[in-house]
């Protein structure tokens, strides 16, 4: 079980830490992805990192203001949100796929075999 955390409400143009912990479950041999729902809206993919941490993949949208990494010592990876759009607003989800490298289904979420709870995240304009 993943639990996904940090979520909150910020203004446009804050900052914003999620993390992401699995429960009685190392992860540290799978890929990770980041996905985000809003209200209304299909479930999309925002980022992902693979078992290493040595490769990340990021939706267009969120490129050059998220950052996602890992650290498997402690068995978290998280998303690091800055310059944050009010249609960033929705719930986070993080997922982990068995796949250790990223691959072109790294984008699908039906590709994950594990997911976490999501965490809200508002941005207020």
């Known amino acids: 079980q993943l639990q996904a955390y940090g979520g909150g409400l910020v203004q446009a143009g804050g900052s914003l830490r999620l993390s992401c912990a699995a429960d009685g479950r190392t992860f540290s041999s799978y890929a990770v992805g980041w996905f985000r729902q809003a209200p209304g809206k299909e479930r999309e993919f925002v980022a992902a990192?693979?078992?290493?941490?040595?490769?990340?993949y990021y939706a267009d949208s969120v490129k050059g203001r998220f950052g996602i990494s890992r650290d498997n010592a402690e068995n978290t990876v998280s998303l690091f949100m800055s310059s944050l759009k009010p249609e960033d607003t929705a719930s986070y989800y993080c997922a982990a796929d068995p796949m250790r490298a990223l691959h072109p289904g790294t984008v699908v979420a039906a590709t994950y075999q594990f997911w976490g709870q999501g965490t809200l995240v508002t941005v207020s304009s």
């Open positions: 990192i693979s078992w290493s941490g040595g490769m990340t």
